[in-house]
Structure formats: structure tokens, C-alpha cells
């Protein structure tokens, strides 16, 4: 097992070095001279003559080839220099570590309020399947699966902030601030984990070991969670790792609405300013985020599934 741990970090390793290549060179890609797109974003929109783009670009070395660039970013960012924004002039790691720290702290909790409203519904649609509870539930989970973020966020704005009253719709700082944020970002995560839990658990409990269990007289709770959920258990982690790495998709949308202070809205924003070191950054902390998750989820997988462990 230690083996395989290590082969797949040297391949998140590779796959995060070929993440950043395609990252620095879709930047400089664009259309328009680099380096004098940089200066009409600093200068606001003020058209530079060509003797300060020219001295721009030589003192930032953007006149040297693309590998070049790249290799001169890559050993700056190894040491731990990251490059300076482009608009404000500060180190670009300056609050990177807190605005990851929010978004982390936004998506854990949305997970975590979809999988608490999730795996129940799961579970009681498919212990009571062909009920009208089923029936309403299942439309419910559809529903919050199809509802876009950007709509619902505004929708539980306007409903909770505005005419209720009762949270914050911008901001940081309580943990009223987090509520909505975590709220629309958990609905649509749920619906997806609440019928993958049904349609698992529909199957599981059609299999023969289930009726062999019922037979011998073993009760239903305990069929459940000796024989039912271990064997559900690979897949719904592999699945909830997954919608984890969704969710930071949700984020960048929501925290720009709500105005959470995370990578997500760091990225709008820089985008917006057109800071390519800080959307550089961006880019890669947000694959980092999806690589990192991929590992997490697979050495669990390993370590509770005695199949994947047998195949090692």
C-alpha cells in the first residue's frame, strides 16, 4: 500500500506540473501584447506609449521565450516566491493562506450539511421506496440538483436577508455569515448524494445475502448496518469526494455573490484586474485543491475496502 500511496503522489506531482505549464501559457496566450494588457489594467484603462510597454516588458522579462518564463516562475515559486501582484504590489502569498483557509472552512461545512441532510433521506427513501414521502423527497433532491447556484444564492438573499431579515447576505467575521453560502452550496450536493445512497441501497438490499439475512430471522436495522452499509460505503466515499471537489466549482460563483472573502471570489477578482501572477496562483491553489481531495479519497478507499486492499 505504501508503494501505491507513493506512485500516485509522484503522479499528482506530475499532473500538478503539467496543470501549471497549461495554466502560464493559456495567460500569455491571450489575445492582446502581454505586457501591455498588465499596464492598461494598472494604469485603469489608460492607453501606455510604446517606450513604457517596452521597458515593462524587459524589466518583467516578458520579452525572454515562454519556457524561459516559466522556468524562471517555477524555481521562484519552489523557493517559496510566488511573484507580486501586478495592481497592489504585495507578495501575492500574502493572505493566500487565509483566504484558503475561508474557502476551506465554507466548503466543509457545505459538505458536511449535505451529507447530514443527504444519507437520511437516502436512507428512508430507500427503506420506504414507493411512498409519497419517497415520491416528494426525490422530486425535492431533482430539483436542488437542477436549481443554478448563482440562483438559488440570490433567491435565499432576497428571501432571508431582505424580507425576513434573519442572516447576513454579505461578509464574514460570525457564523450567521457562513449559513447562506454553505446553504446554497449544500443543495445541490445533497440531491446528488441523497439518490446515489437510494439507488445504492435499493440494489444492495436486492441482493441474496440480504435475503439469506432475512431468513435467518437477523434483524433490518442490523442487516443495514452490519452487511448493507459497508458494502455502500467505497462508493458513496468515492462519490462524496468528488462532489467535495464540485463544490469548489459552486464557490466561486457563490462567494462572488456573498461576498466571502476566499480563493474563489480572490480569482473573480484578480480576473476582473487582470492580476495574471494572482490568477496564476488562484488556478494552481484550485487544482491543488482537486488533486489533494483525489488522493485523500483513494488511500480511504484503500484503507476501509479489504477488495481494493486484496488488489494491491
Known amino acids: 500500500m505504501a508503494i501505491q500511496l507513493f506512485q500516485r503522489l509522484v503522479q499528482a506531482v506530475i499532473l500538478l506540473f503539467v496543470i501549471s505549464i497549461v495554466g502560464f501559457a493559456l495567460l500569455r496566450l491571450l489575445p492582446g501584447d502581454f505586457a501591455e494588457v498588465l499596464l492598461l489594467a494598472q494604469m485603469d484603462g489608460t ?37 507580486q501582484s501586478f495592481i497592489t504590489g504585495e507578495a501575492v502569498s500574502s493572505d493566500m493562506a487565509l483566504r484558503i483557509s475561508r474557502s476551506l472552512f465554507l466548503g466543509v461545512t457545505s459538505l458536511a450539511t449535505a451529507l447530514i441532510l443527504a444519507i437520511p433521506i437516502g436512507f428512508f427513501c430507500a427503506t420506504h421506496t414507493g411512498g409519497w414521502i419517497d415520491r416528494a423527497l426525490t422530486a425535492l433532491s431533482v430539483v436542488g440538483m437542477s436549481i443554478p447556484n448563482f440562483w438559488l444564492a ?65 434483524g433490518r436495522l442490523r442487516i443495514l448496518l452490519s452487511h448493507v452499509v459497508p458494502n455502500i460505503l467505497p462508493s458513496t466515499l468515492t462519490l462524496t469526494g468528488l462532489q467535495f471537489a464540485k463544490i469548489f466549482d459552486g464557490m466561486i460563483v457563490v462567494e462572488t455573490i456573498f461576498a466571502w472573502p476566499g480563493i474563489g471570489s480572490l480569482l473573480v477578482e484578480s480576473l476582473f484586474n487582470r492580476d495574471y501572477p494572482l490568477i496564476q496562483m488562484c488556478f494552481l491553489v484550485i487544482a491543488s485543491g482537486y488533486v489533494v481531495i483525489n488522493l485523500v479519497v483513494d488511500y480511504l478507499i484503500t484503507l476501509i475496502d479489504p477488495r481494493v486492499r486484496g488488489a494491491i
Request: no cysteine.
Open 47 to 83: 492607453l501606455p506609449d510604446p517606450a513604457t510597454v517596452t521597458q515593462f516588458a524587459q524589466d518583467n522579462g516578458f520579452n525572454d521565450p515562454m519556457p524561459v518564463q516559466y522556468w524562471h516562475w517555477l524555481t521562484d515559486a519552489l523557493g517559496g516566491d510566488l511573484g
Open 154 to 218: 440570490l433567491l435565499m438573499a432576497l428571501f432571508f436577508s431582505l424580507f425576513l431579515d434573519l442572516l447576513p447576505s454579505s461578509g464574514h467575521g460570525t457564523l450567521a455569515h457562513v449559513v447562506l453560502p454553505a446553504l446554497v452550496i449544500a443543495t445541490s450536493v445533497t440531491g446528488v448524494i441523497a439518490r446515489f445512497v437510494r439507488a445504492r441501497l435499493l440494489d444492495e438490499l436486492s441482493q441474496d445475502y440480504v435475503r439469506t439475512a432475512n431468513a435467518k430471522g437477523m
